[in-house]
């Protein structure tokens, strides 16, 4: 194998591939863990990082990815909680959805919720309230540029962790790199290209209850200025519930152009279809006799969320010289969104008219551009940044007849523009001490047209919304600064304080108008959070290393913006003046040798996650903690190795009570599951066999929320019972 010269100072261990780079990342692809700080490193005439740091020249091969060793190079540097996701190692393994992608990261809750592609995510306790399938409080990105519309929601569609290299996860205030100002933080998603990825390569997987993923990519670089990627998916799952199949068609590709030797540009195309059937809610005693049942409401209703998604977008890194970069892109998106979601609604016993059904089709449009600059000035190292989004969400409101559209009840447009204004700097004091201050500005608009249209259920009392035009503009300035300590070469000690400027959704303020309130002024959420932490590795020996990633953080918030949901009434959108989100987020893993060389080793891996988000002094809920996160979670699992490329070993869940409700009174039990994953790998073929809740244990994966639930009302959807799943993966 051809090896290039690289000075770069960070080291990654895959432990199934040659590369390597001052960074450990888990071989369960889980959160990376700094190790030594990085140095001036040059890629032809680009520059990627600096640090003043001399360090020992290294080896990395042809293949290596800039990209990621820059993202490591960041990660290393940030005074915060951020990990590094290197998807490459989720390929030995089954990842149905998204909720795979996050199983070793800390501090975020990611579930399905009936193994479909409809997941509920949580990163330090935002999107629990009654609104949460619209999945706010966590920014996604792909190659920097934002996916999550620009009123902050992300209810359309979540994004295919398979059709990426890696990703960075910025849990919190240490998103200001992204410019992004939510309570979860920000994921990045980082597109293979042609120069970091095989000719070709082909997936199937499969397994219990109808699963079967395919995936084919080839690439190519056809000269010295042009490339391209091009990869087809598709996914079939007829799930363990009733009403609860899917089928996603996806396509994903971007094209490279070498302008000069300092210019690059990038265009990339996706294409994603997406159908899927949702089996509802059930109660208790449904869900007592059989959890996977479909709630006769979504069969009657035939519930459903259908979309397709076409999406286009442009960057362009001019290097300016070795201690400046200019990088510009932007993207556009375009959503068809046909959701049937609510059955027909009667009164009383023996009543047929139409209270209230909603079936929703709309065509959601988002425009997005960013620009960073970044410059090494001596001692400092410069991120300047702008964002901007603008979303349109037209279409409407209809009865929903057995899922197919009835009279248009009302008409609505959605309108969102939003500004994020950022700068940052990596002020490497000494070689032991690095200060980074950061200043965010955050400029919103949110506007919604809300008509209602006459319709024959008129003609009969009913519940349809009366519609509302509300218009708000918000605008607040983030201060944050943090400050890290290097205890050795590969290991640090960090702090940081931040605050918070969040304006409402769209969602938000459309609940309100259909619970038909007087008001939609929503206040912006604000508030103050405080950060310690250490990561870092230390070798045991010649053969062992163990490497960790600690954060304890707090946050006092005002005006958080919650949904309730009253018994019989509809979801609406407050204010709360005071709440606390705090916790710990921990990984511990490493890498230990049972014999002299090296030739068998166990890798183990523990992830674990301590919430405390509760009400403070609220009038209404007191100190009540807040509903859906659990109290704690554990995910861990230790693989055996061998040199030869096989390896086996168990794994494990761990998962505290929750509450689903405001009030306290509806609880979720505790649960643990167990499983396991075997297989093979070498430079060109990976097989793998996981087994998962082999002890098939009946668990609640997630839930409604409500103000105060009882054991009446539709809460509970199942998690996975015992299943299997196995795969082949041919890379040439």
Not at 102 to 125: K, L
Not at 522 to 549: F, H, P, Y
């Amino acid at each position: 194998m051809k090896f290039i010269r690289s000075n770069r100072p960070v080291s990654l261990l895959q432990f199934s591939s040659p590369l390597f780079i001052s960074f450990l990342l888990i071989n369960t692809g889980g959160a990376a863990v700094a190790q030594e700080q990085p140095k001036t490193v040059k890629a032809g005439k680009k520059t990627t990082a600096t640090v003043p740091l001399e360090l020992k020249t290294m080896e990395v091969t042809e293949k290596s990815d800039r990209k990621l060793e820059t993202a490591s190079a960041e990660v290393a540097l940030s005074p915060g909680g951020v990990s590094l996701v290197n998807i490459n190692e989720l390929h030995d393994r089954n990842v149905s959805s998204v909720a795979d992608f996050f199983r070793y990261v800390p501090g975020v809750w990611a579930t399905s919720q009936s193994g479909n592609d409809e997941v509920f995510i949580t990163g330090r306790g935002s999107n629990l309230d009654a609104n949460n399938f619209a999945g706010s409080g966590v920014k996604f990105l792909q190659d920097g540029m934002p996916v999550t519309a620009a009123d902050g929601n992300n209810h359309n569609r979540m994004i295919d962790p398979l059709a990426s290299s890696f990703a960075t996860v910025a849990r919190g205030g240490n998103a200001f790199k992204y410019g992004a100002s939510a309570l979860g933080g920000a994921i990045d998603f980082i597109s293979p290209t042609a120069h970091d990825s095989p000719a070709a390569r082909l997936s199937l997987s499969g397994g219990s209850f109808g699963q079967f993923l395919g995936r084919g990519t080839v690439s190519k670089v056809f000269n010295d200025s042009f490339d391209g990627l091009l990869t087809l998916e598709g996914k079939e799952w007829d799930g363990y519930r009733d009403h609860n199949k899917q089928d996603r068609f996806g396509l994903y590709s971007n094209f490279g152009w070498q302008i000069s030797d300092s210019v690059v540009n990038r265009t990339f195309v996706s294409y994603i279809k997406n159908n899927q059937q949702l089996p509802g809610q059930l109660t208790r005693a449904q869900f007592d006799a059989n959890p996977y049942q479909a709630s006769t409401q979504a069969i009657g209703g035939n519930y459903q969320l259908n979309t397709e998604t076409e999406r286009v977008a442009n960057k362009t890194t001019w290097t300016i010289d070795d201690k400046s970069s200019f990088d510009v892109g932007f993207s556009f998106e375009n959503q068809h969104l046909y959701h049937p979601i609510v059955d027909t609604v009667h009164f009383f016993p023996g009543d047929t008219a139409d209270r209230f059904s909603l079936l929703v089709d709309s065509v959601q449009q988002d425009w997005g551009t960013s620009a960073r600059y970044n410059l090494r000035l001596d001692s400092h190292e410069l991120l300047l940044g702008v964002n901007y989004g603008t979303n349109s969400d037209k279409g409407g409101n209809y009865t929903n007849v057995g899922g197919t559209r009835g009279p248009m009840t009302n008409q609505i447009t959605k309108e969102a523009d939003n500004v994020e204004i950022f700068a940052q700097d990596h002020w490497h004091i000494t070689d032991k001490w690095t200060l980074t201050p950061a200043l965010q500005g955050v400029f919103a608009h949110r506007e919604v047209n809300n008509t209602r249209l006459p319709i024959p259920q008129d003609a009969n009392f009913n519940v349809y919304s009366q519609g509302g035009n509300p218009s708000n503009d918000y605008s607040g300035i983030n201060p944050s600064l943090g400050l890290m300590y290097n205890l050795t070469k590969s290991s640090s000690l960090y702090g940081n304080v931040s605050r918070l400027y969040a304006p409402p959704t769209n969602y938000n303020i459309s609940d309100n108008i259909t619970a038909g309130l007087s008001t939609t002024n929503l206040k912006a959420m604000e508030g103050t959070s405080v950060e310690i932490g250490t990561r870092g590795n230390q070798k045991i020996g010649a053969l062992n290393t163990v490497n960790w990633d600690l954060s304890l953080y707090y946050s006092w918030l005002n005006n958080e913006i919650l949904s309730t949901t009253p018994p019989g009434g509809s979801a609406k959108a407050a204010n709360f003046d005071n709440t606390i989100h705090a916790g710990i987020e921990g990984l511990i893993g490493g890498s230990f040798a049972l014999d002299d060389k090296g030739t068998h080793t166990i890798k183990p891996v523990l992830t674990y996650t301590i919430n405390h988000f509760n009400f403070d002094n609220d009038r209404n809920y007191a100190n009540n903690a807040l509903p859906a996160a659990p109290k704690y979670f554990l995910k861990g699992e230790a693989i055996y190795h061998h040199a030869n490329g096989f390896f086996m070993g168990p794994s494990f869940d761990v998962v505290g009570k929750r509450w689903g409700d405001y009030a306290n009174t509806y609880k979720i039990d505790a649960y643990g599951l167990l499983g396991m994953r075997t297989g093979w790998s070498n430079d060109h073929y990976k097989v793998f066999l996981e087994g998962r809740n082999l002890l098939d244990t009946k668990y609640v994966a997630n839930t409604n929320i409500m103000n105060a639930a009882t054991a009446s009302d539709s809460m509970l959807n199942a998690g996975a019972p015992l299943s299997f799943y196995g795969g082949i993966e041919i890379t040439y």
